[in-house]
């Protein structure tokens, strides 16, 4: 398997009875994320929301079932092989590197950069909003910042799933709104396959066509957003939603 797949059409992506454990606690995952849409994984804590999100990555290996994407299955597979992004909550930037060198990464681990590299490093530099910022170092940086910054390299990857694990959950409401903007209109103009874990049911109203809703380590509902904001919603979600709004 390799991660050479166009971003641009999106990519259908399935796990197929996919579980995993750790210790006594196990884990079982049977969805389907609709290609070129954001779907945004929501459920309790420790419900399986990040590990979901590792074995799409590859940063876990699923003890049975599948991880398909667009029909391969890439179960097995490396990260690196996988036509997957990913930006984390602590963003995972590099100390000692400038902006434009952290996001180059996402293009050549050893920052072996063509001439095209570096226009497309550009680009989503412009795209984030961090034009003039190139030589600064991410202590000089804000945190909402630093999070563009990691969505810029997400982007220069140029793979068509994009996974986003709570990367602006320590952030001010307006800011946070502010990403989630920049995310919906990245995602609309690039047509990534984006899962969007985020405990929090405003930011999935804000950007999400689509909801998996997990609890207790297995999939408990998914559907359109638009349903599971409606009176008729899933019931465990419209538990989970009046507790997060404190109901």
């Known amino acids: 398997m390799t991660a050479d797949m166009p971003a641009r059409q999106g990519a259908s992506l399935r796990l197929d009875k996919t579980t995993f454990s750790y210790g006594q606690t196990r884990l079982a995952f ?3 994320f609709p290609a070129g849409e954001i779907t945004a994984v929501m459920g309790p804590s420790g419900s399986g929301k990040s590990t979901l999100l590792n074995l799409v990555a590859g940063f876990e290996i699923p003890l049975s079932g599948h991880v398909l994407i667009n029909g391969l299955d890439f179960s097995a597979a490396s990260p690196s092989e ?21 996001v180059g990464l996402g293009i050549s681990p050893s920052l072996a950069l063509t001439a095209a590299d570096r226009m497309a490093i550009a680009d989503a530099l412009a795209r984030t909003g961090l034009t003039g910022k190139e030589k600064r170092l991410p202590r000089e940086l804000s945190g909402g910042e630093r999070q563009r910054v990691a969505l810029a390299r997400a982007l220069v990857r ?12 320590s952030l001010g409401p307006a800011l946070r709104e502010d990403m989630l903007d920049l995310v919906a209109a ?7 396959t984006t899962l969007f874990v985020t405990h929090q049911p405003e930011d999935a109203r804000r950007v999400a066509a689509h909801v998996v809703f997990l609890e207790n380590g297995t999939v408990a509902a998914t559907g359109r957003a638009h349903d599971f904001f409606s009176a008729n919603g899933p019931a465990a979600f419209r538990r989970y939603a009046g507790a997060m709004n404190g109901e």
């Open 158 to 169: 140029d793979r068509p799933v994009l996974l986003l694990d709570e990367p602006f959950a």
């Open 30 to 32: 049977d969805a389907e």
């Open 186 to 192: 990245v995602q609309a103009e690039r047509k990534m």
């Open 82 to 102: 996988r036509p997957v992004s990913m930006v984390f909550q602590e963003n995972n930037l590099f100390a000692h590197l400038d902006v434009f060198r952290n």
